[in-house]
């Protein structure tokens, strides 16, 4: 489902003096439907890098990166956004949401992307919410007011609103208590279940163990980091 | 797929001065492209030159019409061009009331554009127009007033529902929040959000506002002294900037 071969990424720093910093030397893995693998590595290894290399929101130099057959490198960004539409999920760290808008339509936005209605939309959305125990009352506000732990968990729901055959989870796991991490990694383990192919960057080892098929070690890959 | 607008070799001169130069790009059904750069840096004249309001000295402006397919807008004729302006296209200006008849009220100022494309019936044309007021957030008992006793948002919403009550599939729109509040600014781009995706829109947003283009655009470019340094999915120009131009852009953004 996710193929990665022989790729590699380098920043350009333009405005510094043109310094040129190698992240990614040379990588190449695959993750096939119904697998979950981790990205592992210390802090600054690249794993976020690779992730989001993946996703299409960083460029990258050499190589192929293949998804359901498309080749992100080389795409058109039509092609791209038509991908991540439909494809390609990610949940990143962070929540970047349009301000005032509900907590409840945030979290159903991509399946209206999906043209899916908006009651079905809001429905599934709902189901979500209260999986990840965000209290009703705060459905019809914007999340930009919530705590770190919310946010997470919004971000979490939008990410499992539409039942992407591939998905890239940044750290999804942190910032949550251990009744919604148990939450969380159940949506995974069901996402596993019904043939997703999952990327994961866990700094929890247990989530990892419980989840994870398979581990890459990002540093290998990275230059000056590698011995 | 045939592209909805197919842009190729625009370039705009000003005697010696560069307005822009050699600009090429498609715009598929459905996308939102923005287009960045500093004051001066050509994507007004670009944004005009497209829109029929400026003839370029070069290039090709190729849309697909429903009649009659893919077309040169340049080379139209004056009255095709205008009847494209009224009913596929739309130009949602910087200051609304560029864009307003401020002398006639605002169900009038929707209604108008219904009438230029043949409505007649009176009353259809004062529902629709209600019920677009209504769309844009505008109180129902404000259809009868002039948009000079409307807030500078208001007149804004009022402009967007003017140009959008005629079901256009193309919208130029040229910096359609700047000069209003932060608040204000966020309920527009959620209003904006939610009719692209409603009616599957195209649009081409010009802005200096980088956080607008994030939030709206699929696809971004970016532009200086009137050429195009870099273009690509918007997340990725504003994650990943490749050409020195763009970071430095995208790194001088004041963090709230």
């Not at chain 1, 990610?90 to 209206?112: C, G, I, K, N, W």
């Not at chain 2, 829109?51 to 397919?69: I, K, M, N, S």
Request: charged letters at 20%; glycine letters at 10%.
């Amino acid at each position: 489902m996710i193929e990665l071969r022989d790729v590699s990424k380098t920043f350009t720093l333009h405005n510094q003096g043109s310094a040129v910093i190698e992240v990614i030397n040379d990588v190449s893995f695959s993750v096939a439907a119904g697998e979950c693998v981790a990205l592992t590595g210390a802090s600054g290894a690249g794993k976020s890098t690779l992730m989001r290399m993946i996703y299409g929101n960083y460029l990258t130099q050499a190589g192929k990166i293949l998804i359901d057959g498309l080749d992100i490198v080389q795409a058109q960004p039509r092609e791209v956004i038509t991908l991540r539409r439909d494809v390609l999920g990610y949940v990143s760290q962070f929540l970047r949401v349009v301000p005032r808008v509900p907590t409840l339509d945030v979290v159903a936005e991509p399946l209206r992307a999906l043209g899916i209605p908006s009651d079905q939309a809001q429905g599934r959305a709902a189901a979500l919410l209260e999986q990840l125990n965000i209290p009703q009352r705060l459905w019809s506000l914007s999340p930009t007011t919530f705590s770190g732990g919310e946010q997470q968990r919004v971000n979490i729901a939008r990410g499992f609103a539409h039942n992407y055959p591939a998905m890239l989870l940044d750290e999804p796991t942190a910032s949550l208590d251990a009744a919604n991490r148990k939450v969380v990694l159940s949506l995974i383990e069901d996402a596993k279940a019904r043939g997703a192919a999952i990327i994961g960057i866990f700094h929890d080892e247990a989530a990892r163990d419980r989840v994870c098929d398979r581990e890459i070690d990002v540093g290998r890959y990275t230059p000056g980091i590698a011995a | 797929m045939t592209p909805l607008l197919s842009v190729q070799g625009i370039t705009k001169r000003y005697g010696n001065h560069i307005g822009c130069a050699d600009v090429s790009f498609d715009l598929y059904p459905g996308e939102v492209m923005g287009i960045v750069g500093e004051s001066g840096s050509g994507k007004s004249t670009l944004l005009n030159c497209m829109a029929g309001h400026l003839t370029p000295d070069a290039g090709q402006v190729v849309f697909d019409t429903r009649t009659d397919g893919p077309r040169d807008t340049i080379t139209m004729s004056e009255p095709e061009r205008r009847m494209l302006g009224r009913t596929d296209w739309a130009f949602v200006h910087q200051h609304a009331r560029d864009g307003l008849r401020m002398g006639v009220s605002a169900g009038g100022n929707v209604g108008e554009r219904l009438m230029a494309v043949g409505a007649r019936h009176y009353g259809d044309i004062r529902e629709q127009a209600t019920d677009w007021l209504g769309r844009v957030e505008i109180d129902a008992s404000r259809v009868d007033d002039r948009p000079t006793t409307f807030s500078g948002g208001m007149q804004q919403r009022l402009q967007i529902a003017r140009n959008l009550v005629t079901g256009p599939r193309l919208v130029f729109m040229d910096e359609p929040t700047g000069g209003l509040d932060v608040s204000v600014q966020a309920r527009l781009l959620d209003l904006l959000r939610g009719l692209v995706r409603d009616m599957g829109l195209s649009a081409i947003i010009v802005t200096h506002d980088l956080a607008v283009v994030r939030l709206l655009a699929d696809r971004l470019m970016v532009m200086k002294d009137g050429h195009v340094v870099e273009a690509g999915l918007t997340d990725q120009v504003l994650d990943d900037p490749q050409h020195a131009y763009s970071q430095l852009l995208v790194s001088s953004v004041l963090q709230v």
